[in-house]
């Protein structure tokens, strides 16, 4: 059973509400994953990723294998963004070496009109079993990550079919019809919502939302296409709207008294993540969000002070860092934790390491050990 306790390790709830900590909590984006032997090992024994992702038994064991090996401060869902388009009818695949693609992209008015939010407890009640069975397996010892795709980065993979080089059909879209692109983002953002609503109350303790893509827009299409959406997601989640909406259709009171006293005193801080976002840092920051995640093409000490203390801050090591040597490593976290202190008036408060992206396929798992170690040694208050 889920008590009602806070979890042991509360660094990362902490941070997020800019609270002192021992040290500064790291978790890495994509920490499961196949650079780890084991998880390669349950891959091939599960057939497919999303084999491995629909069964929730299989997905909380690979939640937990970084945490077996490494000193994280939370755990991630084991999940995909693009199961919310799956749930909406265009059938998600994968085609080895070429990523994510839809059999029925959405590509004109007339199939964005007949999409609906997908109902969270039959259609992705896999989501939910998975967190609820990692929470049971975690046992409170390090908070629970849940997560969505941004509407704007869902859009680009229901438009485009799949990843893309330029974004062509999507921005032809956003040109040629905005209305009909618009209706697309309120869907998936009534359904990012939902979801992100149906994880909390699941169990989840911290949500990210990914907008992997809003760094390809213009800065007015971005203020268009992708801020505005983020926004009425964080003010949203924060009324509780569609949570209560949703206790009212039946999730039940089971649910929501899995929430923790810490949660129950200060709500479940979200954090919105972007590549690219650097030039809407003050406008994140005023979104309601507690969180920013940031890339490495900005200095943490210019976007803590741009922030001022506001939000927390999570990233920004560029991954790449982690094809270097141990020695180069753990240089380059001292800088980026010295980074994030300098421009927050000397103090690590409100600090969440993370990578600017997400591991890659090809990284060693000792070096992702000499990253972990040296933010905890280097930050120790
Ligand atoms: O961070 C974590 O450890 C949690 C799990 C997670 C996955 N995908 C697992 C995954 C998360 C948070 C995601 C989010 C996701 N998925 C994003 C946003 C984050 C980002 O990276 O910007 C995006 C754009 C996707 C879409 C997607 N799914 C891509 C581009 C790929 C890679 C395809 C490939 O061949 O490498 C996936 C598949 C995927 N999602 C894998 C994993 C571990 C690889 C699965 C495998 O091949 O075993």
Known sequence: ?????????????????????????????????????????????AGSFLGMAKNPDIACEVTVQ?????????????????????????????????????????RDAASIAKLAVPDMETELRYVMDAIRTIRRELD????????????????????????????????ALALNDPKALHQLLSVNTDAVIAYLS?????????????????????????????????????????????RQAQDERGLGQAQVLRQTQDERDHGTPLILFGKGNAPYLEALAASGAEGVGVDWLVELSEAARRTQGKVAL?????????????????????????SYAEGNGGSREGHVFNLGHGLSPDMDPEHVRALVDAVHEFSRR
């Not at 500064?24 to 084991?38: I, S």
């Not at 919310?84 to 992209?105: C, N, S, T």
């Not at 999570?314 to 976290?333: C, H, K, M, W």
């Open 66 to 106: 970084p945490l077996a090996r490494f000193d994280l401060d939370a755990a991630i869902l084991f999940s995909d963004i693009l199961t919310i388009p799956d749930a909406m009818g265009l059938e998600l695949y994968f085609v080895e070496g070429e990523g994510p693609k839809f059999r029925h992209p959405v």
């Open 198 to 242: 149906a994880q909390r109350a699941a169990g989840a303790q911290v949500l990210q939302v990914f907008d992997t893509w809003g760094g390809v827009l213009s800065p007015s299409m971005y203020r268009e296409f992708s801020l505005p959406y983020l926004t009425r997601i964080a003010h949203e989640l924060q009324r509780g709207v569609l």
């Open 140 to 171: 409170n010892r390090v908070p629970l990550i849940g997560f969505s795709g941004s509407p704007w980065t869902l859009a680009c993979y229901m438009v485009e079919g799949g990843g893309s080089d330029n974004y062509s059909r999507i921005k």
């Open 1 to 45: 059973m889920t008590d009602a306790t806070t979890p042991k390790n509360d660094r990362l709830l902490r941070a997020l509400r800019r609270e002192p900590v021992d040290c500064t909590p790291v978790w890495l984006m994509r920490q499961a994953g196949r650079y780890l032997p084991e998880y390669r090992a349950t891959r091939q024994r």
């Open 314 to 338: 999570q990233g920004n090591l560029d991954p790449a860092i982690l094809y270097g040597s141990p020695d180069a490593i753990r240089a380059q976290v001292r800088n980026t934790l010295d």
